[in-house]
């Protein structure tokens, strides 16, 4: 179970960090990964942090503005989200346990969503 918190509305060259907490014996050996998806849009991957050394992997346009990290003591993973636009409006879904490629929206479990509105 994912439980992500964070979002809110933000300026045009704003930060936000969004958290996704999970539960369970098995969450530090899941790759992570966030997703977003905006009306009339299929989810498109954001960033994904693997479960053993923790490589990152990050969608070209957020390359060099989104960071994501993890904590597994905590069952926590971020996105630490810096210049954003309005084209990252988005509700963000967190995702852990890839079933295949971890740019594909093909995972075990997912958070419920949080909002993120950017504004001009």
């Known amino acids: 179970q994912l439980q992500a918190s964070g979002g809110g509305l933000v300026q045009a060259g704003g930060s936000l960090r969004l958290s996704c907490v999970g539960s369970?014996?098995?969450?530090?050996?899941?790759?992570l990964a966030w997703f977003r998806q905006a009306p009339g849009n299929e989810r498109e991957f954001v960033a994904a942090?693997?479960?053993?050394?923790?490589?990152?992997d990050y969608a070209d346009s957020v390359k060099d503005r989104f960071s994501i990290s993890r904590d597994n003591a905590k069952k926590t993973v971020y996105l630490q989200m810096n210049s954003l636009k309005p084209e990252d409006s988005a509700i963000y879904y967190c995702?852990?346990?890839?079933?295949?490629?971890?740019?594909?929206?093909?995972?075990?479990?997912w958070g419920q969503g949080t909002q993120v509105t950017v504004s001009s």
């Open positions: 995702a852990a346990q890839s079933m295949g490629s971890v740019r594909t929206p093909q995972y075990g479990y």
């Open positions: 369970g014996h098995s969450f530090r050996s899941y790759t």
């Open positions: 942090v693997s479960w053993g050394h923790g490589r990152t």
